[in-house]
């Protein structure tokens, strides 16, 4: 980019000022079910984040050779064939959460987000700005992610468990389980919508 | 389990116990994108049931009589089915086009959107991996059986996305507080009607 933005700032405007899931609203369906514990959102931001940041450095090393007119099936190629990656590995290495994300491993394929940033960003600029224009997308996602597990799953069960191990517990109440189940998503996220728009406005005034 | 009513278990848990958007949070992107009017509403939701039920057939066939005698299926499934959905969209526009113009400029502007819409893949891949689904009923689906779910799920979308959109016509003149205007308002009344849906779980059994 020759305007002189700097690496740092394409970083920061992915994780705050264009964050996918609360700023630009793509990317939702994933964030959404798989946020009902820590653990889970740990592991999709890793997945989405990778995902990311490989599609966005390949394509960004070939966006001269894409002709324009096929372009949007070569990036889903391209991300479909990181995503199978994914779902390979952790497959093998982490079976329980593998199960637990189930279909939305191999729906990363289709989440809005990643192809946004490939048609939007990494066709457009270099290598070095593409990558880090992923992984500012990916932190911004994990960082959401990370967030409404945390509410959701401390709320919804009265404690966290991370891998196997308690690490937070509320003691003895009566959790409402809600915040786990599916209205716990939308409710969380809304909220968290709400606030950052009231942040916003009260920033503005 | 007779087998019409084993088609109607599956019929019933696609379409409202395990309803896609409201309980399994897939293809949220349209609900929240286009539902805000009751007619793209319900032009939206015929053109996923048309462009699913095709997906869902030619992705089942691809597996049982492809994939799977190559031994391939495994890592080579998501290619495929994106690949085989991404034509199939493309291929309906101009056949739409060419046959049936008003149909053509009722459903026209959401075929593009289709592609990337997750519940085309989710149920494609549901349709014929096993495992996946949490329906007790037959996790190897036969054809029947694919396509009876294929369409469960389908008119569970579209009720949603048509409910939904009648509830934000009303929204848009309702006093809302300032901080929940526009998106966070729709999140609120999506977790209600997610609560509403709950009220299926275990019917019949599911």
Redesign the interface.
Known sequence: MDDGTTLWDEFKKGVITENALLKL??G???A??VSNRLENGIFMGIAATFVLVCSNILIALIRERIPYQIR??IF??II??F??VV??VMKAYVPVVYERL??WI??I????MI?ARAEGYASKNSVAYAAVDGLGIGVGYTLVLLVMGFVRELLGTGKIILFEKTIVSLGPFNPPL?FV???????T???M???L??YE?RKKQ | MSEPYRYFLIFIGAMVVYNIV????????PL?GVSSQVETSIGMAMSVMFVMTMATTVSWLAWNYVLEPLHVG??????VF??II?TLVQFLEMVLKKVSPPLYRAMGIFLPLI????AV??VA??AVKPG?LNLNVAYHFSLPEALVYTIGVAIGFGLVIVVFACIRERLETSPV?????G??????T???L??A??GFTNLLGL
């Open positions: 609203m793509v939702l369906c994933s959404l079910a949007i099936p889903i190629i479909a064939s995503v199978t779902d390979l189930g279909v191999p729906l394929v289709v989440n809005c192809l809600i189940m599916f209205p716990g998503a939308f409710l996220f809304g909220i919508m709400a606030l728009n009231r406005s | 409201l309980i399994r949070f897939i293809a949220l992107c929240f495994e890592f080579l499934y998501i290619p994106i690949l991404a592609t990337t819409n997750c893949l989710a891949t549901e996946f507080p300032h901080a929940f205007r998106a966070p308002i729709a999140f609120m999506a977790a209600l997610s609560l849906f709950m």
